[in-house]
């Protein structure tokens, strides 16, 4: 099977986490993605070396960039932007993320690039957007989940300290959203021929991971409350219980759910109970959630059956009669039981060198028929700079000058495969 995008030129002025995400979507589906770097150490990912023999492509670089040419070359220097320009007339998407106004400064903003390809879909991720007052300032994940109120809906009570997500939640966010409204400018593209300028941000990514929460309180004035490791629904049994051999999350929202986990653990009499549920709610007529008289009185019952219950048989049983549950897992146990036999659907992939694989859960989603296997490695620094450059009519004096002035960075043995000299 071909690969939706291919035929797509990117090029790719990311760093970082949140742009070369969105362009290792796009290049995983086909694109051909060019990745701007500085000559001087180029993306900081490419640091980030644990391996022995990692060089400047570490696990972590590879992860994000696999499947991407690499153009080491200074867009802050005159001659570097003006090539940088030159190749974005061949290409049909150009990815930044540097704060509003950087790329301005070296002519690579949209109205630069479009003036050069006037079809151009032109992606901008920043932290804040590319307008207002805050559009300067710079952007960490921490910084943005401390700012749009998440580590403040983290957290069991209203007196705990914020908590942020475990990880670089919004960052990934921004990358994914930024891919998508790329395909669906391109697929516009195709339609009418225009191409558009997208202003992605975190900001706006830690908003629709909260999506539920910030609609309810731009309608409603209802500000989110810590909910703890309890469900989003307000069930009083969609909750995380201590076992005897770990924790167990369920989710038994409706009263058919919660007579199941009732009789489960030998709570049926709770089902009658009117001071510990709302019976109107529990005996309505089309179903609806749990509702509970006394939330607490209700958790510390099952609290108690829970203690005396194994998390793995419980998730086992309770999940057989339709309730949903987990046993709370680390990520590697998880990994370690998805990724081997047929429990769940679960397509990862390998990018890298055979010597040193990378391993990755891949792109998110299984597609049927799958598109072929990609197995693509990232590039080393400017490995692919001697082949772009060929393809503009630069010849070899030309790069060899470009390279003694520091605008240009080509590797040792540059890779010339497909130079169309």
């Known amino acids: 099977?071909?690969?939706?995008?291919?035929?797509?030129?990117?090029?790719?002025?990311?760093?970082?986490?949140?742009?070369?995400?969105?362009?290792?979507?796009?290049?995983?589906?086909?694109?051909?993605?060019?990745?701007?770097?500085?000559?001087?150490?180029?993306?900081?990912?490419?640091?980030?070396?644990?391996?022995?023999?990692?060089?400047?492509?570490?696990?972590?670089?590879?992860?994000?960039?696999?499947?991407?040419?690499?153009?080491?070359i200074d867009i802050r220097q005159p001659q570097g932007a003006e090539l940088v320009r030159r190749l974005a007339a061949t290409a049909d998407v150009f990815i930044e993320n540097f704060r509003p106004g950087v790329v301005a400064r070296c002519g690579l903003d949209y109205e630069s690039i479009r003036a050069v390809r006037p079809g151009i879909v032109y992606c901008s991720?920043?932290?804040?957007?590319?307008?207002?007052?805050?559009?300067?300032?710079?952007?960490?994940?921490?910084?943005?989940?401390?700012?749009?109120?998440?580590?403040?809906?983290?957290?069991?009570?209203?007196?705990a300290p914020p908590i942020k997500v475990g990880f670089p939640v919004i960052d990934v966010a921004v990358g994914m959203l930024g891919a998508l409204s790329v395909s669906a400018a391109l697929h516009r593209r195709a339609r009418t021929g225009e191409g558009q300028h997208i202003d992605a941000s975190m900001l706006q990514a830690s908003m629709m991971l909260m999506y539920p929460n910030a609609s309810s309180y731009l309608t409603e004035g209802?500000?989110?409350?810590?909910?703890?490791?309890?469900?989003?629904?307000?069930?009083?049994?969609?909750?995380?219980y201590r076992c005897t051999d770990g924790w167990l999350a369920v989710a038994a929202n409706t009263p058919a759910q919660f007579r199941k986990l009732s009789a489960a653990l030998g709570l049926q009499a709770l089902c009658e109970d009117g001071e510990l549920l709302?019976?109107?709610?529990?005996?309505?007529?089309?179903?609806?959630?749990?509702?509970?008289?006394?939330?607490?009185?209700?958790?510390?019952?099952?609290?108690?059956?829970?203690?005396?219950?194994?998390?793995?048989?419980?998730?086992?049983?309770?999940?057989a009669e339709g309730v949903p549950a987990a046993r709370v897992r680390r990520l590697g146990e998880f990994l370690d039981e998805v990724r081997t036999g047929d429990k769940a659907s679960f397509a990862p992939l390998t990018l890298g060198p055979a010597e040193?694989?990378?391993?990755?859960?891949?792109?998110?989603?299984?597609?049927?028929?799958?598109?072929?296997?990609?197995?693509?490695?990232?590039?080393?620094?400017g490995a692919d700079g001697q082949a772009?450059?060929?393809?503009?009519?630069?010849?070899?004096?030309?790069?060899?000058?470009?390279?003694?002035?520091?605008?240009?960075?080509?590797p040792a043995q540059p890779r010339v495969a497909g130079c169309a000299a």
């Not at 290049?27 to 150490?41: F, S, T, Y």
């Not at 957007?129 to 710079?138: F, K, N, T």
């Not at 772009?388 to 080509?410: C, F, I, K, Y």
Request: charged share 20%; glycine share 12%.
């Open 1 to 72: 099977m071909s690969k939706p995008l291919e035929g797509v030129r990117v090029l790719d002025l990311s760093h970082v986490i949140a742009g070369p995400l969105a362009s290792f979507y796009l290049a995983q589906l086909g694109a051909e993605v060019i990745k701007i770097e500085a000559p001087q150490g180029g993306d900081v990912m490419r640091a980030a070396r644990v391996r022995p023999g990692d060089g400047d492509t570490p696990a972590g670089f590879t992860a994000l960039n696999a499947g991407k040419r690499s153009l080491a």
């Open 356 to 381: 040193r694989p990378v391993h990755t859960p891949g792109l998110g989603f299984c597609a049927r028929p799958a598109s072929r296997a990609d197995g693509s490695t990232a590039p080393a620094l």
């Open 125 to 159: 991720i920043s932290g804040y957007g590319q307008q207002g007052a805050w559009a300067g300032r710079g952007a960490y994940d921490h910084v943005m989940q401390a700012l749009t109120g998440m580590m403040l809906m983290s957290g069991a009570s209203a007196d």
């Open 222 to 240: 209802v500000e989110p409350q810590r909910a703890g490791n309890r469900g989003y629904t307000g069930s009083p049994t969609a909750d995380t």
């Open 388 to 410: 772009l450059l060929h393809e503009l009519g630069l010849d070899a004096t030309e790069l060899q000058a470009l390279q003694a002035s520091g605008v240009l960075r080509l």
């Open 278 to 319: 709302d019976l109107r709610a529990f005996h309505a007529a089309g179903g609806g959630f749990v509702v509970a008289r006394d939330a607490d009185g209700l958790r510390a019952r099952f609290e108690a059956a829970f203690a005396r219950q194994c998390a793995q048989p419980m998730e086992e049983r309770l999940n």
